[in-house]
């Protein structure tokens, strides 16, 4: 049982049990430099956010089973009809229908290229990727899109060639379980637990 507060839907509702908001005992703040005078308190707390997912949960259910979701505007009234998007949209942003969603693995693995990148040295809290980050912007032919992801081999370069992997063993079911290597990337040097 999770120390922290877990959710589920049961009957089209969020059942929740434990606890979502947690305090600790404060301490106080003194100033050593003069005369241990009070300053303040800390004021430690923990708070469990519940994050609804939507109509987008397809995406992210998807990525543990090496599957990448994207929408399109399928709408024959809109300009943009035919217009593909990733990452996934609900709705389309010019006529406001709703998306029709499309699997996009494929030219993911075949028409993927790094649009430019950014090498993150020290990330900032709550960071649970290994540094330095190398932030990628995935640039896929057919896609209007950028995708923002990360590269977990080699070292990036602008319009290198790269293929998804999956985090397919325990994924973590958000966007961490999809990540990108140089194309001729062996087996072996991708992450433990993630897959082609
Ligand atoms: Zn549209």
């Given at each position: ?11 089209g509702r ?40 939507g ?5 992210f ?5 090496k599957?990448?979701?994207?929408t ?9 009809q ?18 029709s ?23 900032g809290?709550?960071n ?66 993630f897959?082609?």
């Open positions: 049982m999770s120390k922290y507060g877990t959710a589920m839907v049961k009957n969020y059942k929740i049990s434990g606890d979502f908001h947690r305090i600790s005992p404060h301490t106080t703040i003194r100033d050593a430099d003069n005369y241990n005078r009070l300053v303040g308190i800390t004021k430690p707390g923990e708070i469990t956010h519940i994050h609804s997912y109509s987008e949960a397809v995406f259910e998807g990525l543990g089973k599957i990448i979701y994207g399109r505007c399928d709408n024959p009234e809109c300009e943009s035919g217009t593909v998007y990733l990452p996934f949209r609900i709705h389309c942003p010019d006529c406001l229908n709703k998306n969603v499309v699997e996009l693995t494929d030219l993911c693995r075949k028409h993927a290229r790094i649009h430019t990148f950014m090498v993150c040295e020290r990330a809290a709550f649970v990727l290994k540094e330095p980050v190398k932030f990628i912007d995935v640039e896929i032919e057919g896609v209007s899109t950028i995708l923002m992801s990360y590269l977990s081999y080699g070292e990036p370069e602008i319009g290198m060639r790269i293929i998804p992997i999956f985090k397919t063993i325990d994924p973590g079911c958000s966007i961490l379980d999809l990540s990108w290597v140089p194309a001729d990337t062996y087996e072996e040097n991708i992450p433990q637990g897959g082609f």
